[in-house]
T-cell receptor
């Protein structure tokens, strides 16, 4: 399953499938990107990050891809599980704004058994 | 290590009243941030403390919002007087260095 972030804020996938959540950013000065997962009643939880000098980074079952040419970020979740159901946010840091993060609207991922 | 603690977890107040939210960051984290998420919208930055100093408060919506961080430890965010549009979830986050934050669970504020 795949989402386009701001234009499709929900994504439903079947357990075991791969999920792709997309995010577009507009500021070419953005140099650090983070994906967060937010479960109901909890705060955003760090998943994976990537700096602008990289185009791919892998974690456990997750991969982040960065395409600076088209200002696009994606989060791939392999073998999606029901516990992955949550809202996923991309966030960017624009080098000139110190620690401040700019968040996307979020994508609701629902995993069906 | 204890996480970022926020309280109350929920607050329901009437328009015109005052509410104070509190955040206890991870011990030793100099950077403390406040963010807010209004229903269905993105999480928006409010302000950033480095120790007790306001590093960036450009996200504070208006002068009804006052944030403090006495002694560089816990922080409070006061809304006075509260308006309906202030409803949302207020998140606090802390970090040792600028970059990877740890968020609290948030305070859900409802103004009626």
């Amino acid at each position: 399953g795949e989402s386009v972030g701001l234009h499709l804020p929900t994504l439903s996938v079947q357990e075991g499938d791969n999920s792709i959540i997309n995010c577009a950013y507009s500021n070419s000065a953005s140099d650090y990107f983070i994906w967060y997962k937010q479960e109901s009643g909890k705060g955003p939880q760090f998943i994976i990050d990537i700096r602008s000098n990289m185009d791919k980074r892998q974690g456990q079952r997750v991969t982040v891809l960065l395409n600076k040419t088209v200002k696009h970020l994606s989060l791939q979740i392999a073998a999606t599980q029901p516990g992955d159901s949550a809202v996923y946010f991309c966030a960017e840091n624009r080098g000139s704004t110190l620690g401040r993060l700019y968040f996307g609207r979020g994508t609701q991922l629902t995993v069906w058994p | 290590e204890a996480g970022v603690t926020q309280f109350p977890s929920h607050s329901v107040i009437e328009k015109g009243q005052t509410v104070t939210l509190r955040c206890d960051p991870i011990s030793g984290h100099d950077n403390l941030y406040w963010y807010r998420r209004v229903m269905g919208k993105e999480i928006k930055f409010l302000l950033h403390f480095v120790k007790e100093s306001k590093q960036d408060e450009s996200g504070m919506p208006n002068n009804r919002f006052l944030a403090e961080r006495t002694g560089g430890t816990y922080s409070t965010l006061k809304v006075q007087p509260a308006e309906l549009e202030d409803s949302g979830v207020y998140f606090c986050a802390s970090s040792l260095h600028m970059g990877r934050y740890t968020f609290g669970s948030g305070t859900r504020l409802t103004v009626v």
